[in-house]
């Protein structure tokens, strides 16, 4: 597939980036974009091609090498003062996405930049965690009644905590999808296949399948788009992962199937198959296809994911399509009357911040 | 080529067009913008700056735009675009130039971190680098002009690089951004130095840049050693006073001032250690007196 240029060519192939003539100025310019330089320089190193890469490119490369190192660090540190707060409490708190990745050691963390922790609970724990991070000095950011009131009643998280002193920012989550959604999977069930993870007592993440699952409601359960291809190259790397184990498969369609997440992983599969030659057995496309929406809505999809997930904010065509994706992320989240007051809320607060 | 040998109307079209890629030092930036002001400090100021051909890959892709629909008449503004990406929020439009300059700084300080970055200004004499690491106030582009102007070799006024690698002080010679009464003050001091229009009611208040010297511009490739860390505290009518300062002061003032000292991690400890054990650290209290000051950095550097 042609339309993402480069940053798609050499995501399939870092051996693809070395074009005459070169390319690689869009190639540093679409990685940065999509969130994507440290895992790409993380390719480079690991293909032993990073001595061939020019001065110029590779300086951005290497320096998104030494950020992601920062990061992780940092991320590895807030997870053991994330530990420290909750000590006690009784239950393991689930790593979600970059950090879970990290900490359990699986193939996304690979040069991923990502600063956010985000930590899954159980919902009857969520005041107890509330308190215990504000204990220790998080502070929740949205001030706005609102936003308070968006997120504690309808979300399926708290509002973001940052530290005090740290400036960093944790995300507690006690479902994956919104409370006012469409679709409910049975959260508790996430819990029970939980996976500790050796070394660290009190953290678990995802099961295999779950964790897939996760990351694909994550990107196609949402209305922001802009980091679209970056957590899709992390669903892509969990199925080449995991997906070394052919009875992987059976269970994530199964899997997908009894949490009413069907359509999202059909969407995932797709999708990395299509941009990222993400090698997924037939017998599991078909099962998954089982899922897949009608042939308009197919078609309408498929050109609005196509476009919303190329990493070119400047296009028009990038732009518009992250628009509808908005409108649809919305509606899957909540019922009409709800998201109308809470885009008409939204729509108002921007026109007042604008300075006069 | 250099900007000041671009045909007669060729940056105009540049800026408006695919960019105008200009050598920075070791940075390429790709700069568009169709504000007749940011061309006429462009010319102004990287007069003698490398204009580089399109094929050359470039660090970063900037662009200085006016807001689009009723700020296009109402109180215009200017918005500073990292490709599609506007990472500030839009200034006056008056202030399209100091904006880019900002945004540049915050494209190489975010970045670049084959560098360690120091929030302060440098200078070179005789292959070695004052630095003077220092918060907005401290008088240190004052200072650093006026150096400048007395024959001290620009690196740069508000960014010090220095190598990961190799621990050198990299060049990267752009514009001395003055503040409020250091314009009136540089402007005596130094009535040769070429400055853009004053640019009132910035965040900084107001501001107008100095062009760099050309020599300064033409050296950019040549980095230098660590000479001396010298601390700045100006205090209006203060008599002068250039007084040792502890290494370890002067570094936990580095560490301070340094955009991405714990993005480096231990090497940035090492470096930093490396910079100022090799270094002469003083701290610098003055009142004004540019001409006074000037000798003393003069002797000092004698001295060495």
């Known amino acids: ?356 | 080529m250099i900007v000041s040998e671009l045909p007669d109307g060729e940056l105009h079209r540049l800026l408006g067009r695919s960019g105008l890629r200009l050598r920075l030092g070791p940075i390429v930036a790709n700069i568009a913008s169709p504000f007749e002001t940011v061309e006429a400090a462009l010319a102004l100021h990287y007069a003698s700056h490398e204009v580089l051909p399109d094929s050359e890959f470039a660090d970063f892709h900037v662009a200085v735009d006016p807001v689009p629909g009723l700020r296009r008449w109402i109180r215009p503004q200017a918005y500073f675009r990292f490709d599609a990406n506007p990472p500030f929020n839009p200034l006056a439009a008056s202030q399209a130039f100091p904006l880019l300059e900002w945004g540049l700084n915050w494209c190489i300080s975010a970045h670049c971190h084959q560098y360690l970055i120091i929030h302060g200004a440098v200078v070179e004499r005789a292959g070695r680098a004052l630095v003077m690491p220092a918060p907005p106030g401290s008088g240190k582009s004052t200072l650093c002009a006026a150096l400048v102007a007395r024959g001290w070799r620009l690196l740069s006024d508000e960014l010090t690089l220095i190598d990961v690698e190799t621990r050198r002080f990299v060049p990267l010679p752009r514009p001395v951004s003055l503040k409020n009464e250091s314009i009136r003050i540089i402007a005596e001091f130094w009535p040769e130095a070429r400055m853009s229009p004053v640019v009132h009611d910035t965040l900084k208040g107001s501001v107008a840049h100095v062009r760099p010297p050309s020599a300064s511009v033409q050296l950019a490739d040549q980095t230098a050693v660590p000479g001396w860390i010298v601390l700045p505290a100006f205090r209006a009518g203060e008599p002068m006073a250039l007084t040792p300062l502890a290494k370890s002061t002067g570094f936990m003032r580095l560490v301070e001032n340094a955009f991405n000292y714990s993005v480096l991690g231990r090497r940035g400890f090492d470096i930093l250690a490396d910079v100022v054990a090799a270094s002469d650290c003083r701290e610098f209290r003055y009142g004004g007196q540019l001409n006074d000051a000037i000798a003393v950095f003069d002797d000092l550097a004698r001295v060495r």
């Open chain 1, 1 to 356: 597939m042609k339309s993402y240029g480069m940053l798609g060519e050499t995501l399939r192939d870092t051996d693809r980036a070395f074009t005459d003539p070169p390319h690689w100025d869009e190639l540093v310019r679409r990685a940065r974009e999509a969130d994507l330089l440290g895992t790409l320089a993380h390719r480079f190193d690991a293909s032993g091609r990073m001595v061939d890469v020019p001065r110029g490119p590779r300086k951005h490369l290497e320096s998104a090498a030494v950020l992601g190192v920062a990061q992780h660090r940092a991320v590895a540190r807030e997870v053991r003062e994330i530990l420290r707060a909750v000590d006690g409490l009784g239950f393991p708190v689930i790593l979600l996405k970059g950090a879970g990745y990290l900490i359990a050691n699986l193939p996304p963390s690979r040069g991923r930049l990502f600063s956010d922790v985000d930590i899954l609970v159980p919902k009857a724990q969520l005041p107890a965690v509330e308190s215990a991070l504000m204990l220790a000095g998080y502070a929740t950011t949205h001030h706005h009644p609102h936003d308070q009131r968006y997120y504690r009643r309808w979300m399926h998280e708290l509002p973001p905590m940052q530290h005090i002193k740290r400036l960093t920012v944790i995300d507690v989550h006690h479902a994956i999808v919104p409370e006012t959604a469409r679709t409910h999977p049975d959260t508790p069930e996430f819990f029970r296949a939980a996976v500790p993870i050796a070394g660290w007592p009190g953290v678990a993440v995802l099961a295999p399948t779950d964790m897939v699952l996760h990351s694909a409601t994550h990107l196609f359960h949402n209305e922001e788009f802009s980091h679209g291809l970056r957590d899709l190259v992390d669903i892509d790397q969990l199925l080449r992962h995991f997906g070394t184990d052919a009875q992987f498969w059976t269970a994530l369609t199964e899997r997908a199937g009894r949490m009413n997440l069907g359509r999202l992983l059909y969407y995932a599969l797709r999708f990395t198959a299509r941009l990222l030659g993400t090698p997924i057995p037939q017998s599991t496309m078909d099962a998954a296809s089982r899922y897949a929406p009608g042939r308009v809505t197919g078609a309408l999809m498929d050109r609005l994911l196509l476009d919303g997930l190329r990493p070119t904010a400047g296009l028009r065509s990038t732009r518009f399509a992250r628009r509808l994706l908005y409108l649809r992320g919305h509606w899957l989240k909540m019922p009409v009357p709800l998201l109308a007051w809470h885009l008409t809320v939204k729509t108002f607060r921007r026109e007042q911040q604008q300075p006069a």
